[in-house]
Each structure stands twice: as C-alpha cells, then as structure tokens.
C-alpha cells in the first residue's frame, strides 16, 4: 500500500501518513485553496477503492478505531465545538486530522496571530465553498449538517471580511480569490445584498456614497477600457509575443517605453519652448545682431542628411531661440527649465523603474533553481504559432540536455583547459577592449579631420558633405564591431548563458561608451572655440548621428537579417536562419536614445526626430522579424535582461548624457550672437538673472532668499547627500538581515523536514514491529466507543498520524478521568498547526522527565503533545497487554520518549529502566530544549494546568530558538 | 451584430467586470471569440443564462490554446466539470487569469494546478514527467528524464517532502520573475 501510495519517494514513511497533508493545509494552504475539488473524487475514490482492494493491513484495522474514537472528541472534550466536515470526499473521511485544530484555532483566541487566523478560515471557508456545490451525498445527514454550517460559518467569515473593506478593495480581493467565476458571483451577490441591507438601515448619506462609488467605479472601467484602445500595438505585439516569445517582445516593448519618452520630450520642448517663439516671433533668425545673413539659402536636399544649410535657420537647433522675454514669457527660463525639468523627469522615472524592475525580477530571483525554473517557467503560454511552439520544444530540449551535461563537464575540466579557457577569455577581453580603444581613436582622427579641412568661410558642397564623414564612420564602427564581437561566442566558451550574454553586453557599452566620450570631448572642448554658434554647430552633428544611426540601422537589418537569411537558407544551409539578437539590438536603442539626450540641449526638436526614428524602426523590426529571423535558441531570462537593459539605459547612458548637459548649462559659455544664453557667462547664470530680478519685486523676498541660502549653498547639498548615504546605510543593513532571515528559515524549513520524516519513519518501524496491538486496542476502545457506526474499513488511509495522536489522546483523558488523578484538566489545545511540533515537544518532555526523574508530571495530561500522548497511551495499551519493558529497548529518541513517558504513566510500575544513552543530534537537540525551558519546567511543577504548551502562533519560533539553542549547547559540549 | 445590451443586462457586465480583469469591451469581445467557437450552439441573447457548454474540442482548437502543449489541462483546470467542457463563464474565468493584469499568486497557484495533473494538491515525480513529455515531445531519453525530474525537485522541494507542493511552486515562482509574463495569453 505504501508502495502504491508513494511511488518513488525517497521516503515512504513521510509521505505515507496524512499528517504530512493535513499539516500543510492547515498552516500554509491559506491563500491558495482548491476551488476545482470536485476533481477529487475520482483519485480519492480510485484510491479508497485501491485501499480496498488490497485489503486492510493491520494499520489500517487500527486505523479505523482510530477514525471511531476520533469521533467522541467533539462529544466530551470539545463539546462545545461545531462538528467538523469532512476535509475529503471520499465518503469516509467524514472526518480529518486537521479539523480539531482548526477548532482549536477558534476557540483559543490568539490575539497575536489574528490576521492570520482569518487568513486561514479564508482559506478553509474557500475550500469549503468549492465543495459546496457537490456535498457528498454519502454523509450522513448528521454530518451534511454540520458541513452545512461550517460552510455557512466560513462563508460568513470571508463576507465579513470582504465587507469591511472599501468598495474597491474589495472588488480587488475578489478577483484575487482563487475561485471560480460561479463562486466569486456568489460571494459578490452575498456582499451586495448586505451592503444594500445595510445601506437600507442608515441613512441615505451612506446610500448615497455606495453610489458614489459605484459611479466611481465605472468611470474606472471607462477609463480603463479607453487606455486600452489607445494603447499602442496591441495587436502587433500579440503577434510577435505570439511567434517569437517573451524574450524577443522584450526589444518591442523597450522601443515602445523609448517613444514614450521621446513623445513626452517632444511635447514638453514643442509646447514650453517651441510654440511661444513661433507665435510671438513669426521669423526665427538666427541672429540679429549678426549682419552675414545669407539671404540665398534654399533648400538643396543634402541638408537632410547634414542637417546644415536652411535648417539652421529653423526652429530646430539651439541658435535660432530668442533670448528676449515675449509678452512676459522669458525665453531664457523657459528654455533652461523645460530642458531641466525634462532631464530631471526623464532620471525619476529611469530610477522608479530600475527599481520596480529590480526588486521584481532580481532580488528575488535565485540563479540556483535552474532546472525547475527551466522547466516550470520557462513555457511560453502567449506562443501560438505552430512553428514556434516547435523550435521551443526543441530548443527546451537542447538546453536541458545542455545543463545535464554542463554540471557533469564541469567537473571534469582538467588545469590545463581551464587555463586554456582563461587564457582566451583575456586575449577576448584584450581584443574587445584594444578594438574599441582604435575606433575611439579613429573617430578622433577622423573628427580632427573635419574640422582641420573644413573651411567654414567658403561653405561648398562639398564641404557639407564631408560633415558626413564623421557620422558615417561612427555608425559603420556601431555596425560592424557588435557583430564582431558576437563572433567572439565561436571561441569562447562560457559556463553559462548568461555570462556569455553579460560579456558581450559589457563589451558593447565599453565601444559604445568609448566613442561617444570622444564626440563628446569634441564637442565639449574643441567645437566652442570654433565657429561663431557653436551650440548649433552641436546640434548639427547630433543631427547627423541621430540621422545616420537611424540609416545603418536599417542597413544593418537588411545586411544583417536578410542577408544572412538569404545566405542561410539558399547559400549555406549550414548556417540557419538567423536569430535575433535581443541584447545588440536594445543596445542599439540605447545608443540612439543617448544621442537624443545629449542633443535636446543644442537641438530642442530632435526627440521629434527620434520619434518618427522609433516609428519606422518598429515596422521595420517587425518585418524583418517575421520574415528574416527565428527566435533565440536560447532564452535567457527575459525580465532579467530587462532590468538590465534599464540599468544601462541609465547608467552609464542617461547619467553621461545628464553630465554632458550639465557641464554645458554650467561651464561653458555660451556663443555670443545666438541662442537664448547669448551674452551670459554660462546657462545656468540666466536664473541668476532671473532672481536678481525678483528682489525688487516684492513679495518674492523668500524665493530669493531660498535661492541664496539653499540652493548656492554647498552645505545643503552636503546635508542631502550624508542623509542619503545614511539612508542607503540603513536599507542596505536592513536588507542584509532580512537575506540571513530568509537564509534561516529555510534552513529551518529543511530541518524541518528532516525531523518530520525522521519522526514518521520511527513512528512506522514502532507500527510494524508492533501487528498485535490493532486488537488489543480495539478492545480497549469497544469499551468507550460512543459512535458505533459501521465503517467500511477499506477506505481510510492508513496510518494518519494525526488522527492517532488525537485518538491517543482522548483514551489517554478517557483513562486518566477513570482513575481520576488530581484535577484533570482539560488538555490545552494547541492551535500550532504543525503535528511535528507537537512532536517534538512531546519528545522534549519525554527527555525531561527522563532525566529529571519527575514521573509525576506525566500524569498531568496537559502536556500538550499530541504525538507523544499517542505514543504513551499506545505504550500503555501495551503495558496492559504484555507487561513487559523491553519492547522498545532502542537507543532511538523516540523510543527512548515513549519510553520515559510510558515510564512516567505507569502508576503501577516502579521506575526500573535506567536513562538510555543519548546517542544521536536529535537528542541533544531534545535537551538543550529542555534546557532552554528549565523556567518553564519549573512553573510548570507548581502549576500544572498551566503547562508550557505553546500557543500555536509561536510554536514554530520556539522551536526554532530550540535548534538555535541546541546548536549553541552542541557546539560549545563539543 | 446585436447591441451590446442585448448580449448581457448592465448587471451581468458588472459581475463579469468585478470578477474578472476584464473591462466591457474585452468582455464582449472575448464573449465573440467564444461564440465564434461554434455560432450555432451559444445564443446571441446571454440575459437568461442559457446553460451553454462548449466542448473541449471546440475550446482546444483557439488560435490561442491549438499549439499549446498543456491546453487540455489548461481546458481541464479552468472547466467546471473538470473535463475541459466550458461554460462562458469558465471561458472568461480561464483569460482573466491568464491575462496581464492577474496578480502573481493566483497566476502561480493555476499554473500549479495544470502541472499537477493527478490532481493530488502535489507536483510530484509523475507530473513532472508528464510536464516534461508534453514539453519535449518524448525526445529525451528515460534517463534524462528522472535525471531532470531529479534536479529540479532537489532545487525547488524545500521541505524534502520528495514532491512540490504549492508553497514550494510559489516560493519557486517568486524567484522566477519571468513567469509573470510567460504564464499570460494575449487575448
């Protein structure tokens, strides 16, 4: 039966008992509870019928008994507890272990564990809803009313809850119920109905806010819905989630956030800077007071790609902004704050979604569950094409394989190859790193070109188009190297994915990074000496590179994409298709994305251009996509590079850009005869300006005043930055200790799990050495039985721990009233939900009285150990019987327990035994336990109805002190 | 194509709309998309609750669900009878939950669900193999096969028990953020 039961576990006595199931879902099953139980039936019945049809072992004869005398519980002890229903369906687990203590739970008022408490009965009170529709019709009626109620008790639970939360909490909470759409109808009726009861009673004032938040409520779903049809690609996102996988989505979804921003740029620069020039000053000119005017530009058509020529006098760079204050509306402030206020923006929401990013995907993300992640997570549900779902399988397949063999290949790298591999990683690394050191230096020499070539007093066309050169040579060096690099992977061999992924990103941003410090050297140091507008002049290569980046990357999607699919399939079958590279490709995105920022300063309308880049860039992927490439062999985990990408977006990328333009708007100065900062110092001097200004209008004192003492003072910012530091101090620590705090726990978790399966293997080898006692004690509870129902034996399953203990336990108080030692008192219930606990105090009892020799503790039956009463009453059934010690002669701590119990118990006994020697961990662990509770122990002497049963919120922290202190105790005797 | 209040009452939406996360238009249309299944059988008229079932056939053949190995169990899970026959409300039920807006708890503890094919509240060894086969199409061999099986109950089975339960699932899918958008069907 066992085997039957437990198919190839490693430990068939853990899992053989009920203890194990009933355990969990009284603890932990809180939230989640299984709505879909009416599939239950079958394997329950198909088991029960299984058991059956084996035939009943001698457990389960006792089992059966032990289902019997379970049921005077309710009758005596606990009288005045509901009748618990049935916790399965099969017809005969009328009854189950778990149910007392989720009496115990509600009888004992724990005000500690109040919250989870109702959690639990939301818990229980779900699972009882979902059987509801289906009651078992085998019950008798007895029982199907008391299910009744407890479903009524529970339900009603769950709607009080639910009613004292706000309108839309609480539409919240029921979508998040795990139930079916019946259900959560039922339940949202249910809460209606009272609230109109109520409503009905008060006044109209709470008539009327139900209204208010129902209306509330559906201009909430208005507004939803109408987000929902502005939303941008829904559909072509489907599709490319739906071919490609979430990996690959990640790219779309990035350049979708990208336009965002450079949407919101675009708008606020067009509408605080743009607009109010166009409308109060019709002819943007560059320069006034400039008399070399030409007044021959047209438009040539290269101006496109140079960005030079008639598009200096548009709006479209810095020099062309007026410096003059219109109708009350100074330019200078407007330009210098919505640039401010833009960057400002733009760095709040790189940092909120770093964050949300980071704390979803990274701080709890463990790299070690590899294969159960690789199997459980990594199905893609949003694949719907055929073709797809096939290479994922494939891909799945290889992978697994790969990781089988990865573990077992690593072992095996001999000195030699591992130096090898180390040795082409740093001639890699060398390479990349020289590689990107050339093209910085080529860009420099190319730039020094230029500007040594260029004439800028006789401007030909040919000069224009030697502009050209620079940004050409920047995008060809962004378009070649990458690809490069990625050839890079034939020879290196990297231990995981991600390493490889993290290395190519790392070289990539080092080029990237690299290139762009030399362009913006250029700019910074040797442009503003030029040319009279230098800002323009900025703003025009930006143009260019924005331009040309833009070209290439098309370029680089038919060369790289087509071409190589063309290759792939007609030239080199050998090759394959190709895949799209996720990582190259947001690199790219961010590499342009940087450019716009540094731009918006000398350029305020480039975000325009970079919109209409991000448009077409969208379509064009799309369609390369789909007909060019297959989705990545290998996934890696999505979210993850995500979060990445996001961080590069920001650092180094967004705070180089942000430095950049700081430094601009601070040291340098601006040109003298263009732009809205001609003739000041620097950028930032036009809010000085603005704010010598405000001190003779009065009433403005203050916004001066703060001017001068919070913002010019460098011990604000030296204040701000000590508090923030301290800040990130003190989150860092509190994080740390919560990383050790999970670390224990699971540790406790597995150590747990440990003791709990110890336990039930000892508590199965006493059952099978011991096949005679199924009589005796049916004999014995013949006696008291108060149930007389006939049990069809062949559906219980066998061996339930829990029940056991229970049932051990009420003969124990059926016994001890017979005798009627002292004051019985009624046992206190312990609420902790874990039978192990329970156990393990039992044992600890057991070793105290074992060592201290107080045999007369053990009449008090409030010890509060349901496992050890079970031991000690089956222990003195088999007294009773053989009258003989030596049984359990074994040097196992169960034994031992049962022993000392049994020892303790039997009145008519003398104390012969001697202590047996303690010979494993678990013992000292019992001990230092014992130990650690000597106080307890002490006020439990003088007082025995009040035992040191702990309440159940607590017990596991006690035990975990236990180990702790055991550990302690174990380390320093040893 | 009948007006929107002659599908359902304003009341019926509302329920629909506080029960699933959904709003009005997506409801009506997923209500299309269901019909759409088999014109002849589901009524343009949904104010009396006709008591409509579509069978698992019909549900299995979505563009959504065709290609996807675990449909059944998808179909078995979310269905009221527990054999892949669907109710709208079961329909809905199934996309509300595999949509973007549902939280990860309740995502983790459907998805628990359709791996633990036997039903027994527990992803053991058997459904593990299960899951795999679906996966792999039976390309690995027996070996390979308890060898991941192995592997990934050795990672995930926190307390030893030799088999997931819900809480290991959850503490596993807590640590996979990706899952969120994996275990999510565009609608």
Redesign the interface.
Known sequence: MTSYRN?????PA??DTET??ID?RAS??T??T?P?D???P??WGDRASNDAAIGRVPQGGWQEESWRGRENIPMDAISIRPRSPPRHHGPNHSISGMDPEYNHSRSIPLPSSSGNMTMRWRGIAMRRMSMFPDADHTQTAFTEDAIWNEMQNEQQNLLEELAALSTRDR?KA???L?M???E??HI?KELELQSSRKSRQFTCLADCSEKVSLFSRKCG?HV??AK??LELWQGA??SI??KFG?SV?TYFVFLKWLLMFNIFSFLVNFGFVTIPLLVYKHTPNISQNVNNVPQNVTFRGLEILTGVGYFNYTVMYYGSYSNETLVGYNMQLAYFFTIAVYMVLCGISLIFSMSVNFK???V???S??????Q????????????K??KQR??N??VQ??ES?SETAQQERLTVSEKLKHYGIHFGCWLLSTSLAFGCAAGVYFVYEYEIETTNIANWSLLDEAKTLLVPFVVSLINLVIPLFYSLFNKFEHYSTHRKQIYALLIRNVFLKMSILSVLCYYWMKKVPDKGSCWESTVGQSLYRLVLFDFLFLMLGSFFGEFLSNVIGTKLIPRMGVPEFDVARNVLELIYSQTLAWIGIYFSPLLPAMQILKFLILFYLKKVSLTHNCQPPRRSG????MQTIFIFLLFFPFFVGALSIVAYTAWSLTPSEDCGPFRRLSNSFSAVDVWIGNLKNVTGSQWVVEIYNNVIRSEIFYFLITLIILVIIYILWQVTNGRKELIRRL?QQ??N???D??FLLERLQDLQKSLPNKNTKQKKQKGSMKQHSDDHSSGDQSNSNAMVQALLARQELEEEERRYSIGGVPVPSEMSNSSPLMQAMLARQLADQENEDQYPMHDENPSSSSALAQAMAARNRVEDEENNQYDVFNRSSAVTQAMQARRRAEDTDDDMGDLPHPVSNVMMQVMQARQQAQEDDRIQWMTAPPQNPGPSGSSALIQAMLARQEAQNEYDDGY | MGNKQTIFTAQQLD?Y?????F????ILRLFYRYRDLAPQLVPLDYTNHPDVKLPYELIGSM????????RQRIA???S?D?EGNMTL??F??MF?V?SEMA?R??K??????I?DF????F????D?EK??NK???N??TED?VR??CE???D??D??????L???D??H???????????????I
């Open positions: 198919g190839g576990f490693f430990n853990y899992h194990l199931e969990r932990s099953k939230h989640h299984n879909y009416n599939e239950d079958t394997w539409i029921i979508r998040d795990p079916s759409f019946k959560k109808k949202r779903y939803k819905s929902q049809t996102m489907k989630g739906g979430t989505l979803n995907n990274y709890l993300a463990d070690a569950s590899n294969s159960a992640w199997l459980l997570c990594t199905w893609d549900f949003s694949v719907t094409n055929e797809a779902v399988r494939n799945l397949c697994l394989k089988l985990r999505a979210a993850q699971r978790i597995v747990e799990g440990k709990k399966s | 329920a709309q506080d029960c699933t996360y709003t009005r238009k997506e563009p959504e669900l065709k290609d996807n190995p675990f078995e899970v979310f009221e527990g409300d079961d809905l039920d509300s595999l939280p708890d309740l983790a503890y459907y998805a628990f669900k791996y036997n039903n027994d509240d992803i053991c060894k058997s593990l899951t795999l996966l792999t199409r390309e690995l390979e060898m991941v592997k990934v109950i990672e995930a926190l307390d030893n028990d030799g088999r339960s819900l809480e699932f959850q596993m899918i807590v640590r996979a953020p990706d899952f969120l958008s994996t275990f999510h069907i565009r």
